[in-house]
């Protein structure tokens, strides 16, 4: 059995900020996620003989914070080697500046808005179904967005399996009824699963765990 990981990689960021929280690690944190480990933990859920094929995910790099906070996107980038050094292929999408009113002071202020993971990640969802890169595909995600594409997916590829992975603090209702089978990631799930730091790439190169991660 062939499986198919796509992640979800803002829903899962602010999942593991709420984990962290929660767990009261302080300055520790839950961030240093090793995402290839921790999919490959809920292998034995999905069926003895199941291998993953691959894992997607999907993000965006916040490159508008770059003037006032350029650690943001260079923590990142960071993070997005040690997931590419694992196999798992990255997906990014962009943040679009947008004018928001405000109704009280009459002000226009700018906003940006993540856009394209969704519909990447239903894009992505709709290929390795139809073209059979897969027999189930898992989304990580909580995100009711992506209702469509799983609801288009059944009835365009009945033989393949639909699976949810709602992050910590993520559950959706609407997504479990959807999914042909779903499963909560607890908290504890993110601590066992942290990349090493400093984590070292096949190259030989040290990556150390960003400060407050």
């Known amino acids: 059995m062939r499986i198919i990981f796509l992640i979800d990689g803002f829903n899962l960021y602010h999942s593991l900020k709420h984990a962290s929280r929660d767990l009261r690690l302080g300055g520790t944190g839950t961030r240093w996620l090793n995402i290839r480990a921790m999919c490959e933990s809920y292998r034995y859920i999905i069926g003895r003989t ?3 094929s691959s894992i997607y995910y999907f993000s965006a790099l916040a490159t508008h914070l770059e003037g006032t906070k350029p650690d943001v996107t260079r923590r990142h980038r960071r993070y997005i080697e040690c997931l590419e050094d694992t196999g798992i292929t990255v997906e990014l999408g962009r943040f679009k500046a947008k004018e928001v009113h405000c109704t009280s002071c009459h002000a226009i202020m700018i906003r940006h808005e993540e856009k394209e993971t969704d519909v990447a990640i239903a894009v992505k969802l709709l290929e390795v179904c139809i073209l059979d890169q897969c027999d189930t595909a898992v ?3 909580g995100d009711t967005d992506l209702a469509p594409a799983i609801r288009t997916v059944r009835r365009l590829c009945p033989d ?4 949810v992975g709602f992050p910590y603090h993520r559950h959706n209702a609407e997504l479990k009824l959807l999914a042909h089978r779903s499963f909560d990631i607890k908290k504890e799930q993110y601590t ?4 090493p730091d400093p984590y070292r790439l096949t190259s030989g190169r040290l990556l150390a765990k960003p400060a407050q991660w």
């Open 50 to 52: 199941a291998i993953i």
């Open 160 to 163: 393949k399996q639909i699976w």
């Open 192 to 195: 066992k699963h942290q990349f």
């Open 139 to 141: 989304i990580m995600t």
